[in-house]
């Protein structure tokens, strides 16, 4: 498990991604969270922990069906899930309408973020 770079905003939502189950519930397990998240079974999803006065935590989870297709379609499917991040880094701050530029550049880095640790996970580099 390896947490990734908060860079949106200091001090954005901590972030992780998980490929295997394992590797999911390490994380949930060093958030000590008491929650129903599961493991997708297939595609991708965000899970999201919150603390009361903490930043929020989300866990980006990638089934092995997912992480097994194209390029191109995990790239899309870390964007997808880049925007959920986004989204609850907004929440966090009670933004309902951030600046249009600022978006693209926190969706872009975080998805960049998401990419560049699933290629380390995958050793395609």
Known sequence: MKWLDRRIAWPGPFLALALTEADFIKCVRYLSATSEARFP???AKTEIFEKAGACPTCIVAMSEVAAARSPIEVAGLLVHEAVHVWQ???DDLGEQKPGVEQEAYAIQAISQSLWAEYV???KLT
């Open 88 to 90: 609850t880094y907004c």
């Open 41 to 43: 079974t297939s595609g």
């Open 120 to 122: 380390r996970q995958r």
